[in-house]
């Protein structure tokens, strides 16, 4: 098994983390309300990548054949991101952080797109063009909250949109 795959596992890994760890804490800071329900969810799926990526890793690093293509499944799809439950802008963290989920999802969405491109093992392609898939999806979900809560805050500021 190739070192380098090994190693994009492992920095793959720590994002997720990182992604949890950001989206729990965020949630710990709102307290209540439809965005720390969805920082919460956010947060459970990087723990499904994790498991997904710790997963492979194990097979790799004990010298599995994981050279054919895995069936990962469809990405799970949810209402949690319906606009209509989030009404009023209640702080400004609550669109800082959404600002920076935004911008998390984009790193993690670019970063296994570069993965795809620095491995031969199928198993590991596979996997990245998955999570990739599902990084896009959250990065526009978030993208379209941002927009939301973004005109929210300028009606809030007395700011006539642009």
Request: hydrophobic share 35%.
């Amino acid at each position: 098994m190739s070192t380098t795959e090994l190693q994009l596992l492992q920095v793959a890994i720590l994002n997720e983390v990182e992604g949890e760890t950001f989206y729990r804490l965020a949630a710990e800071h709102l307290g209540s309300g439809e965005i720390r329900t969805l920082l919460l969810h956010l947060a459970d799926e990087e723990v499904k990548h994790q498991q997904t990526l710790r997963k492979l890793y194990q097979g790799l690093s004990t010298g599995q054949n994981l050279s054919q293509e895995p069936d990962w499944g469809d990405i799970p799809s949810t209402g949690i991101f319906d606009l209509m439950k989030l009404g009023k802008l209640k702080s400004n963290l609550e669109i800082s952080v959404i600002s920076t989920g935004v911008l998390m999802e984009k790193a993690s969405m670019d970063y296994y797109d570069r993965a795809l491109t620095q491995t031969n093992n199928m198993a590991v392609k596979q996997l990245c063009q998955y999570l990739s898939r599902w990084e896009r999806e959250h990065m526009e979900k978030l993208e379209r909250i941002y927009d939301y809560l973004k005109e929210e805050w300028y009606e809030q500021q007395g700011f006539s949109p642009a």
